[in-house]
Structures are given as C-alpha cells and as structure tokens.
C-alpha cells in the first residue's frame, strides 16, 4: 500500500486515525526519505491538536514487590528472583510528600502506583482516599493511580476522593498476552478499563514494546486501544530486569522506538502520547525526536524499579525543542504557543538544576 503523507495529515488533523491497512505498511518503512515523511507527518498531527504543550507525569511506587501476578517483564512478581525492594503501602503523608516535591520538579500530573493483583484491602483503599484529598488540596495536579485489577466500586470511592486517571496497561496484544502474563487475561485488562471509562475517569493505557510482539502485534495493539477510546497513551520500551524471564532481551532501536510513537500519534490524533519507562535506554540520543515522532508527554523523574535520567536533562530537551509543561488539565487550556515560549507559570530554566530524585524504585 501506498501511503499518502498530505491525506494522512489531513486526516490526522480532523481526528481521523489511520486505517489498519495504512498502520501495517507504516510499521514496513525504512527508506530514510520515508521515515523522514513519517516523522515529518506524525509530529504535524501532534502539533494540530496538542500544540508545543507536554504533559508531564510523575510516580511514586508506593507499594513495591511481592505480588503474586506473574508478568513477564516485573522484576516486583513473586515467581523471580530480582533484587527490587519490598514494602507495604506508604503512609498518606509520604505520599503528598513526594507529590509536592515532584510537583516543584514540573510534574502535572501524579500516580500512585502499587504492586499486587488488584487493591481491595480497606486499610490500603483508605491510605489511597487520605492520598488523593492530600494531593488534589496541595498542589492541585492531576491525579492518577495505577492500582492493578480495580472493581468498579472501589474506583468510583477513589474518585470521590479525588482520583482523576485511572492508568492500566493493556501489556501487549491480545494475541501475545498470554506470553507474557501467566495469572491473568487480556480480557480482565480491558475489563478494568471499561470499568473506569464507564465512571468517566481520564483512562492511561498502553504498553511495553519490545517483549518480543511482531510489529503486527503493535498495530493490533494500537488498534484494541483506539476501540477502547482510551484517553492516554502511555510508551514504555523494555529495559529488561535481571531475574525476570526477559532478562537480557533487547529488541529495539531508536528509529523502532520512533515509529512506535508514530504510529500511536496516527492511530489516535486527538490522544496524549507519553513516553515513559525504558526511553533513556531505547531511544538513546532520538530522544530529542520523540515530540517530532508525535508524542506530546512524557514521565519525569525514576521508573518504578529503574532510575530516569536527570529533570535537568528532560528539561533541557523540552525547552531545546520549544515544547512547553502543559497545565494541570482541570484548568482551561491556554492557545497553542509559538516555539521557544515559556509555558505560564513554569519557569524551564529554575527548574533545571533540580536534582532527579522523584520516586522511589520503581517496576
Ligand atoms: S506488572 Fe503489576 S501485576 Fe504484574 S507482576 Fe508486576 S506488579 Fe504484579
């Protein structure tokens, strides 16, 4: 097939993704002239609808380790012998803590996550409640939590508390899920984020890319998420753990990692893309193209079992591509603003020796 760059812009910028078809002979690119045109289309559709704003998240892994489920790529699962840390929740005082500190580092929006199946325990719904109240009084960022297999009453009590997203990866493909989760199925996945969707939440939801899926798969992947109409794209590309079964395994390079971020932007136009864990490694100095690749956020400050690179660095990176932190999205969301403007209220340049140290050890 032969792919037509102007009519998929045009599209692009109306919100109309890409066809199957048009994803699939995307993904067989490899003429420079051809990615350049990628690249060149991809970042045009972000820019029509997110402007120069990046959304910025940040995690505390409040709960770490000793999870029953068995993921493939999880250094806190139970069956492998890693060396992540182990502890139960934290308080709702270190919690806010972290969100205030992360929130001077230039992090709009916050999750916690914890390890497990699913949170249901009342003395752990109940830290998340005080949490949530904390954070939302505090510094007024989005907030998000990313809490495993969550019932839908439990997700309607946080919101009430003040739970804006909900994030919830798919993994993978359907179709190559079960390689990669043993103790759950795809369908509780979607599940969960059918349950959130239906209470109206903002749903973060994406996946690992490099776990050994064809690009096939990646498209069939981006295809589940676009049905699912999730709101959130969130970007991770394997930094394989020691002690898991994928240890030692990588599969990409950064021109793979860019045209993941495309093909996500082309899929869905009018969503966020935000490219999280395993960047640093994966995309090495492409880094610098991932907002040009169609992505318009991305995580700030340490994964949940792997260290990020400095703020200063991301930053730097930002304000060298002329894309400025997006507000909280609670608040109105000020005209697109012309490259090399500083973003209202957020001082690039103070924030650029901060040190990077957001989250504690993270997946
Ligand atoms: S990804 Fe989540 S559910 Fe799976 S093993 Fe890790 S902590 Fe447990």
Not at 166 to 181: C, D, G, Q
Not at 242 to 259: A, H, I, S, V, Y
Not at 285 to 302: I, K, P, T
Request: aromatic content about 4%; charged content about 25%.
């Amino acid at each position: 097939m032969t792919l037509d760059w102007a009519d998929i812009e045009a599209r692009g910028a109306r919100g109309i993704g890409i066809s199957e078809g048009e994803a699939l002979a995307l993904t067989g690119l490899s003429d420079p002239e051809d990615l350049a045109a990628l690249l060149r289309t991809a970042g045009a559709v972000r820019q029509a609808h997110k402007g120069n704003y990046v959304n910025t998240c940040g995690i505390t892994n409040a709960k770490s380790g000793r999870c029953p489920e068995k993921c493939s790529f999880c250094s806190q699962s139970a069956h492998f012998e890693t060396d992540a840390p182990a502890y139960a929740i934290k308080d709702a005082d270190t919690i806010a803590a972290e969100a205030r500190s992360a929130f001077d580092m230039g992090v709009r929006e916050f999750s916690i996550v914890m390890s497990g199946r699913a949170v249901e325990r009342e003395p752990e719904l109940a830290v998340l409640e005080h949490a949530f109240q904390r954070i939302r009084a505090e510094t007024g960022m989005q907030t998000c939590a990313s809490l495993g297999l969550m019932r839908r009453d439990h997700l309607a009590r946080l919101q009430s508390a003040g739970m804006q997203s909900m994030h919830h990866n798919l993994e993978t493909a359907r179709s190559f899920h079960a390689e990669i989760v043993a103790t759950h199925s795809y369908d509780d996945e979607v599940d969960t984020i059918k349950a959130a969707k239906s209470l109206g939440m903002y749903v973060c939801s994406g996946g690992i890319f490099g776990m050994g899926e064809t690009w096939a798969q990646r498209v069939e992947l981006a295809m589940d998420l676009r049905e699912l109409d999730v709101d959130s794209v969130p970007v991770n590309f394997l930094n394989a753990r020691p002690g898991t079964p994928l240890q030692g395994r990588k599969e990409l390079n950064p021109t793979d990692c860019l045209k993941i971020i495309a093909l996500l932007r082309l899929v869905m136009p009018t969503k966020d893309v935000i490219v999280c864990g395993g960047r640093e490694l994966n995309l090495e100095d492409e880094q610098r193209n991932m907002f040009h690749a169609g992505a318009n956020g991305v995580m700030l400050g340490n994964y949940l079992t792997t260290a990020g690179q400095t703020v200063a660095l991301d930053h730097a990176l930002m304000a060298e591509q002329g894309m400025v932190i997006r507000p909280p999205p609670h608040q109105p969301l000020p005209r697109s603003v012309p490259p090399g403007v500083r973003g209202e209220g957020t001082d690039l340049g103070a924030l650029a020796d901060k040190p990077a140290a957001l989250a504690s050890p993270a997946k």
